[in-house]
């Protein structure tokens, strides 16, 4: 089988292919290689006798069941050839099954005769099961692969599949099943796109009834990977010979066209006199079959094909399958540090817990201090950036109080009056606004308010309102009024607090709990253990959120329903300066502005007050000091809420959601709660099994890529 002219340089590319195989590569990535396939009785197994020179059992029960990979190796240190054999197994088998059939072996055979080879192919039968006799109740064939390697000082690097001849029909010992399987046995190599396919059909029937050909067409339409070889052409009808010869030379410029062996029949087998390269070459010098190239004719041009072929194949798809190994390599090893250590007892389980909290603890002291550029989570999520988000809402919901808190504008509007002041804009320049911006999160739906539309204050509108007031709560005061109004003003006038509130509230409950799962999703790559440990703290996180929002109803209880109270000192000159407001209002009218003071007013002018009845006189005064009192409760109630419901119970007290998930927390947990939560399913242990066995054979072959 030598080839005269094959560079050093491709036999050490086919030797690392073969190598490759052996790792196992194979099974993770498409490899270059030879696939024989065809019905049955189409003549594959002689085309392998005259590539093999190994003589294929005839026995039907020990017919081809399994797929055969025959591997040719050159060994100068060998003088005579030695054959070796052993069982690939499928990936579908047990462990057990596994280790059973990677241990048979069979080594250092000088050669395989028919019986031979026919005792061996016995034992690989029960090694996987498969039936050898009639009524044995044993699978028919079987997805296991038997090797086969050839090894001597004149063979050349080849590799060559036969798979398992396809059928239409069942039989006494096939079923319909069998016949599937077998199809797609076959499907599964030809579809592999480094595959090259050798498909075989016998000269004597017609080509339009060999399934084999179409399959090969549906998965190669434009013939680029297939050689089609035919067989048998000693047995065409008279007659239909040169259409035989017609086919293989016109097709021959398409694709990889078509090679024409001639095998030694049964009657010459069994005379044993016969010699099969010699007759075949005899038969191409008889006509019409002398028409046809000798490059296209026989079992050596066969040879030269394949090695050629094989040869500019792997050449080819080298780089590629180096590529592919590294990067599948690379993947692979990413999927198992998901999946983590083994957590087969408490110990682990509780130190992969631990290795998981103290990680979360410290991305969120950074969080919380802004130290942003401690952790690449900061860059690639602004929702791990929880202090500037929560700050940011603390902003908004301030002047969301501001602009939208109060029922009724107040009626200052003087030029002295302060510019930046909320509660004396007009609400024709106020937009409506939506109390809540964050979307809702699932797990925690129940517990946020739904989001809402607050209207702008209402314009024109408070004095009219504040006499009503009054009215409907006069008693027999004089000058004066009943204290009790104002807190009947600060209910109405606050009405919207509790919607602008718990608004605020929600969002920061959903940015902690955003927070919660980006950095544990971060930290813990394992999605079950993730979900497992949000599972169990579930409750326990809802408990702190409801803290917050009880907190925020029990300060709005306290401004809204108890009674109307400061020592702030604010409260005063608040009142003063509405007072000093009015008294501007008043006499506006009188200024003088022609003079190098500005505008001045006469002392009389001073004294000279518009008329007002009792009533009105008590209503502006009490508009005032409503104003001057909601300004002050404002403060303290945005203060409150940021500090006491959402700093303390959300953010940075010792009982935060955040500090749940602590080692104090994991040291507390049963060996039943650690198992609960980071033990290992079994299919998560499988997986562990089929990773770490990926990874060892693309180790192995990385090593045979780089070498």
Request: proline share 3%.
């Amino acid at each position: 089988m030598d080839l005269a002219g094959q560079s050093l340089a491709d036999s050490i590319l086919l030797q690392k292919i073969d190598k490759l195989f052996e790792c196992n590569v194979g099974e993770h990535v498409d490899l270059p290689q030879l696939v024989v396939v065809g019905d049955q009785s189409s003549g594959k197994s002689s085309v392998l006798e005259g590539l093999t020179k190994v003589n294929f059992p005839r026995d039907s029960g020990l017919c081809t069941r399994f797929a055969t990979k025959i591997t040719f190796r050159r060994d100068l240190t060998l003088t005579a050839r030695e054959i070796y054999a052993s069982i690939f197994p499928s990936p579908e088998v047990d462990e057990n099954e596994r280790q059973k059939l990677q241990a048979w072996k069979a080594a250092g055979l000088q050669s395989l005769s028919s019986n031979e080879f026919s005792q061996m192919m016995r034992e690989v039968h029960e090694q996987m099961g498969i039936s050898t006799e009639d009524g044995d109740n044993k699978p028919t064939f079987s997805k296991n692969v038997l090797q086969l390697e050839i090894r001597g000082p004149d063979e050349s690097h080849l590799s060559v599949i036969d798979v398992p001849g396809i059928f239409q029909n069942t039989t006494d010992r096939t079923t319909k099943e069998d016949i599937a399987l077998v199809k797609n046995m076959a499907l599964e190599y030809m579809k592999k796109t480094r595959s090259i396919i050798l498909a075989v059909v016998p000269a004597n029937v017609d080509l339009a009834t060999q399934a084999i050909i179409e399959m090969a067409h549906d998965e190669d339409p434009e013939e680029l990977r297939t050689m089609k070889i035919m067989t048998k052409p000693d047995l065409v009808d008279k007659g239909a010979e040169q259409k035989v010869v017609h086919l293989i030379n016109n097709e021959n410029t398409q694709g990889l066209g078509w090679v024409l062996v001639r095998n030694l029949s049964q009657k010459e087998l069994n005379d044993g006199d016969a010699h099969r390269d010699q007759a075949e070459k005899m038969f191409h010098q008889t006509s019409p079959w002398n028409q046809i190239p000798s490059e296209s004719f026989g079992i050596k041009a066969l040879q030269i094909k394949l090695q050629e072929l094989l040869t500019a194949t792997v050449r080819r798809q080298f780089p590629k399958v180096r590529d592919e190994v590294a990067k599948l390599l690379k993947e692979t090893k990413d999927a198992m540090e998901i999946l983590g250590d083994r957590r087969d007892t408490p110990e682990k389980q509780r130190g992969v817990l631990l290795e998981i909290v103290a990680a979360f603890q410290e991305i969120t002291s950074n969080a919380i201090a802004t130290n942003y550029g401690a952790h690449e989570i900061f860059e690639s999520n602004r929702l791990a950036r929880l202090a500037t988000v929560i700050s940011t809402r603390n902003n908004e919901f301030s002047g969301d109080i501001g602009l939208h808190g109060h029922s009724y504008a107040f009626g200052s509007k003087s030029k002295g009056a302060s510019t930046n002041d909320a509660t004396n804009i007009s609400s024709s320049d106020i937009p409506n606004r939506y109390v809540k911006e964050s979307l809702d999160v699932d797990d925690i739906k129940e517990i946020l308010v739904e989001r809402e539309d607050v209207q702008a204050p209402e314009k024109h509108q408070i004095f009219e309102w504040v006499s009503k007031a009054y009215e409907d709560a006069r008693g027999f005061e004089i000058g004066t009024f009943n204290h009790t109004i104002l807190s009947t003003l600060m209910k109405q006038q606050t009405v919207k607090w509790p919607t602008l509130a718990r608004g605020y509230v929600s969002d920061i409950i959903c940015y902690v709990h955003n927070f919660i799962q980006t950095v544990l999703g971060q930290v813990c790559k394992n999605r079950q253990i993730y979900s497992r440990i949000l599972s169990v703290l579930r409750e326990d996180l809802i408990r702190q959120y409801c803290r917050a929002i009880s907190m925020v109803d029990f300060l709005l209880t306290i401004e809204r329903k108890g009674t109307p109270l400061t020592l702030n000192h604010y409260m005063n000159d608040n009142l003063e300066k509405c007072r000093q407001r009015r008294l501007r209002d008043n006499i506006a009218s009188k200024t003088i502005d022609n003079c190098s003071h500005g505008e001045v007013v006469r002392v009389d002018d001073l004294f000279t007050h518009n008329h007002m009845s009792n009533d009105k006189h008590t209503t502006h005064d009490i508009h005032d000091i409503l104003e001057a009192y909601y300004k002050v409760a404002r403060k303290r109630f945005v203060d409150n809420v940021c500090m006491q419901a959402v700093d303390h119970h959300l953010v940075t007290g010792p009982e935060t959601p955040m500090r749940l998930l602590s080692p104090k927390w994991v040291n507390k947990l049963s060996n039943e709660e650690l198992e609960a939560i980071a033990g290992e399913e079994m299919g998560s242990k499988r997986k562990r099994r089929q990773l770490k066995k990926r990874i060892q054979d693309l180790e192995a072959g990385k090593k045979v890529l780089l070498a």
